[in-house]
């Protein structure tokens, strides 16, 4: 009993020092840290709140772009501005956005020196305890504890696994070591004590990019931000290991990379079913914020096998053929971000396949980032009465060159076995 309340009163012991570290990281920072408000001009109040922290002597605050996203996409309709910790409120510039990494640069007049946030000079280690600051729920800002669980690995773009309450409002906000060296910004949470962060180098890349070169408009930052990343991924998965796996009557390729993550279905337990079917489906675990109706830099695919010897082969086409009109976009898109989808309908047999397909490829470009497209294909196989095999992707912001190049291996990779 005595070694149980020993255990116990350590246990206080700990909690109550962490609990005063926190209070004097907090007293110590809170100076230079910011609430981020969009303001609607039309009405005058606030349309999003986050989070931010200064990062240099001359007023430059780093945020999320996300929290400043709607006026990054529509400057005439929002402004900025901040909340600082003594309750004064003044006007923000925007000044340099990473859209892939969720990061935006905003800078506030100074009229002398002001104290800021230190970057880390290297990553934690795993297990280390880090201090995730923000506003939640606009009730202020707060310091919570939380642990260092390394780069989250089915992620293409680098995020932290941070275990700590990361919630609506601390966006932006800066997670800082015991040195109160900022080593991530809050960006995410799954719930559940499950929170992710953008590694501080990505803020360190921007920063710096932003001091060295004349800056680009934000649109044309964008866009070339938006090109570099899908070239990358596309490039990458290209370049991957394809492994081919068997799906009913059929092949069907995926692809041997972590950020690509594969789940599968069937009715195969329906004994009394007409139509046995078999589903699989890999999609990348992420995609790029541009607003709140419009998502993009996200791929996914998608396999259905069927199989009848109950119903006629014309009964059976038709039924199958239907999944053609089913095919929907990927991502999240609206009349003011995209065109209208333009397709070509063809039958084709890839060179090496022995499949025989009735196919769709479509595609709609992007308004404000030329040379940037969504692209989908669907194919359903006609050589056979009584099974088929459906084969379908979507890609969204991609270049037009290498969108044609991943469509060549992914019809060439589908096939019967």
């Not at 929002?78 to 892939?100: F, M, R």
């Not at 009715?267 to 419009?294: G, H, R, W």
């Not at 047999?349 to 980032?369: E, G, H, I, L, Q």
Request: hydrophobic residues 40%.
């Amino acid at each position: 009993m005595k070694a149980i309340f020993a255990l116990l009163l350590m246990c206080f012991s700990a909690l109550s020092f962490a609990a005063e570290q926190a209070e004097e990281i907090f007293k110590q920072l809170a100076p230079s840290l910011y609430q981020i408000r969009l303001i609607d001009k039309a009405s005058g109040e606030k349309s999003s709140i986050g989070s931010g922290f200064q990062i240099s002597s001359s007023g430059l605050i780093a945020t999320n772009y996300h929290v400043i996203s709607g006026f990054a996409r529509h400057p005439n309709k929002y402004n900025i501005e901040y909340l600082d910790n003594q309750g004064n409120q003044a006007p923000l510039t925007l000044k340099s956005v990473d859209v892939i990494n969720d990061l935006a640069i905003v800078q506030r007049e100074v009229t002398a020196k002001m104290p800021f946030f230190q970057l880390a000079q290297q990553a934690p280690t795993k297990g280390e305890e880090l201090y995730s600051l923000g506003n939640p729920h606009d009730l202020g800002m707060i310091v919570v504890p939380g642990t260092y669980n390394g780069l989250k690995k089915e992620s293409f773009n680098d995020r932290i696994h941070f275990t700590g309450s990361v919630n609506s409002g601390m966006s932006g906000g800066p997670v800082v070591n015991k040195n109160t060296e900022v080593v991530g910004i809050n960006v995410a949470t799954s719930g559940n004590q499950i929170g992710f962060l953008v590694p501080h180098d990505k803020l360190l890349e921007l920063y710096l990019a932003y001091k060295n070169k004349p800056p680009k408009s934000i649109e044309q930052q964008m866009a070339a931000q938006l090109m570099q990343n899908q070239e990358k991924l596309i490039t990458t998965i290209l370049n991957s290991d394809w492994q081919l796996k068997q799906l009913g009557q059929g092949l069907i390729p995926t692809i041997d990379v972590p950020f690509v993550r594969c789940w599968g279905e069937s009715n195969s337990d329906k004994t009394d079913a007409q139509i046995m079917a078999a589903v699989a489906n890999c999609d990348l675990d992420e995609n790029t914020y541009i607003s709140s109706d419009f998502f993009t830099s996200s791929l996914e695919m998608e396999y259905r096998y069927m199989e009848s010897d109950k119903i006629s082969s014309t009964k059976f086409y038709h039924i199958f053929e239907r999944q053609l009109n089913q095919a929907a976009p990927g991502n999240k898109a609206g009349k003011d971000d995209v065109t209208e989808y333009q397709c070509h309908h063809d039958i084709v047999m890839p060179n090496s396949s022995n499949m025989k397909n009735k196919a769709v490829f479509c595609t709609r470009a992007y308004k404000d980032f030329p040379a940037l497209y969504d692209v989908l294909y669907i194919a359903i196989s006609v050589d056979h009465e009584q099974y088929a095999l459906l084969s379908h992707f979507t890609i969204s912001g991609v270049a037009q060159e290498t969108s044609l190049a991943f469509l060549a291996k992914f019809m060439e990779s589908v096939s019967w076995k």
